[in-house]
């Protein structure tokens, strides 16, 4: 049976990836211990056991398959809004402080100075305030909400997996629960597949959200990237 348990990180929910793990091992004790005593005239009905627990095999791979991905890059949702808290505090809300101190009325000048000096400076002030304002709402803004729409996409999916994989739980248990002897044991083996079915449904969506919500937040990085390819103009003059 292929896992995705293992290394050194794991998602939020890896516990209960885990518990599945220790579920479906438990269930094969069970069937192996049904199958073992068996009397050798009932080897059919051993055979429909067995081949219903390789069905349920293969769905177990196939639910490893889906959520290896995540599980291997969990993501940090704590980290995400950490670093979300130093855009705005080292970056937005200092761009704004910078944007309000750059002004002619509150410049603390020398009453003296004048000629042409004084005056190009003048004439960059508003220059300087626009590519302020400029920076704030074509970068800092919007690296700030693509990383709050990251950390969204990432809130939905845990939660998300968190309810799906707790429900399959559930349904292993109700399964295993049924596998009294080889009468009941095929239509244990059925009930547990059916929801692990369930749950590859559900996750494959939860993925497909989260893949958006990484996508939507790349397009707005790989916007910002666009619009920071030159010094402003009046920083060349």
Not at 52 to 77: F, H
Not at 140 to 159: I, Q, R
Request: glycine share 8%; hydrophobic share 45%; with cysteine.
């Amino acid at each position: 049976m292929t896992t995705v348990t293992g290394g050194s990180t794991a998602p939020e929910w890896g516990g209960l990836v885990r518990d599945i793990e220790r579920h479906l091992e438990e269930a094969r004790s069970t069937v192996n211990s049904i199958l073992a005593s068996v009397p050798a005239a009932f080897r059919w009905a051993a055979d429909a056991v067995h081949d219903a627990w390789n069905w349920l095999m293969d769905r177990a791979d196939e639910l490893w398959q889906v959520i290896s991905d995540p599980y291997r890059r969990p993501g940090d949702r704590a980290e995400l809004r950490s670093m979300i808290g130093r855009w705005r505090t080292d970056a937005a809300s200092e761009l704004a402080n910078l944007t309000r101190r750059i002004d002619p009325s509150s410049l603390a000048t020398d009453d003296e100075w004048a000629g042409k000096g004084a005056q190009k400076y003048q004439q960059a002030v508003a220059a300087q305030r626009t590519t302020l304002t400029g920076f704030e709402s074509a970068i800092s803004t919007p690296v700030t909400a693509s990383l709050e729409k990251l950390a969204g996409g990432l809130d939905v999916f845990t939660t998300l997996m968190y309810t799906t994989l707790g429900t399959l739980i559930g349904g292993l248990i109700a399964g295993i629960g049924c596998l009294a002897g080889i009468v009941t044991a095929p239509a244990a083996i059925i009930a547990m597949v059916t929801a692990i079915a369930a749950a590859l449904v559900q996750i494959i969506s939860a993925n497909v959200q989260l893949d958006n919500a990484i996508s939507a937040a790349q397009s707005q990085i790989d916007g910002v990237a666009e619009r920071a390819t030159a010094w402003p103009g009046f920083a060349s003059q």
